[in-house]
């Protein structure tokens, strides 16, 4: 399998919303309900901000959410805030022992 | 609180070996998969490599299969990538992780490796 296909990039000014696209195929994304989003600010550890499509872990705020259509998941984060400003990956299992899981080449959102 | 803390990076020349670790804390190791993640210097995330909980599976991505050896030791809580025959193309940030269904669950802060001569 090839990476998922994310933007570059995305922008939003405080308080907006804004949502990132992952495009993978049907033997990743469309295939299973194992979607997850990372958020990584520079120099830090990836942290998981939605796991299995649609859920968020503890102390994630509300503000973000994902959701998924055919070969496509998306996050959505609305009333955004400077914080916010990271780069965020999207990853999926594959069934496959050889690429038990496929990243998307990640997207930096910022805030305006 | 759940911890992982890498350590063993550092600078090795090409065709050298390295062996990182990571130290588990804050959860019951034995029970969880667990991965290896790596990062390339300004570059996205990839998995590297994952262990069932007692050590019986282990998967590799095509890139690392059979030059590096996930392995585990549930007493001391701590898992292991041992690197052979290491690359330039390996050059990255490693990081542990806690895996559960596809999702990295907990991430360590990393640990630099460096391939060159």
């Known amino acids: 399998q090839s990476a998922l296909t994310q933007p570059p990039s995305a922008s939003g000014s405080p308080g907006q919303s804004v949502t990132i696209s992952c495009t993978g195929t049907?033997?990743?994304?469309?295939?299973?309900?194992?979607v997850s989003w990372y958020q990584q600010h520079p120099g830090k550890a990836p942290k998981v901000m939605i796991y299995e499509v649609s859920k968020r872990p503890s102390g994630v705020p509300d503000r973000f959410s994902g959701s998924k259509s055919g070969n496509t998941a998306s996050l959505t984060v609305s009333g955004l805030q400077a914080e916010d400003e990271a780069d965020y990956y999207c990853t999926s299992y594959t069934g496959s022992n050889n690429l038990y899981v496929v990243f998307g080449g990640g997207t930096k959102l910022t805030v305006l | 609180e759940v911890q992982l803390v890498e350590s063993g990076g550092g600078l090795v020349q090409p065709g050298g070996s390295l062996r990182l670790s990571c130290a588990a804390s804050?959860?019951?190791?034995?029970?969880?998969?667990m991965s290896w993640v790596r990062q390339a210097p300004g570059k996205g995330l990839a998995w590297v490599a994952n262990i069932k909980q007692d050590g019986s599976e282990k998967y590799y991505v095509d890139s690392v299969k059979g030059r590096f050896t996930i392995s585990r030791d549930n007493a001391k809580n701590s898992l292991y990538l041992q690197m052979n025959s290491l690359r330039a193309e390996d050059t990255a940030v490693y990081y542990c992780?806690?895996?559960?269904?596809?999702?990295?669950?907990?991430w360590g802060q990393g640990t630099l490796v460096t391939v060159s001569s």
């Open positions: 049907s033997s990743d994304v469309g295939g299973y309900n194992y």
């Open positions: 804050g959860f019951t190791f034995s029970t969880y998969w």
């Open positions: 992780a806690r895996t559960y269904y596809g999702t990295f669950e907990y």
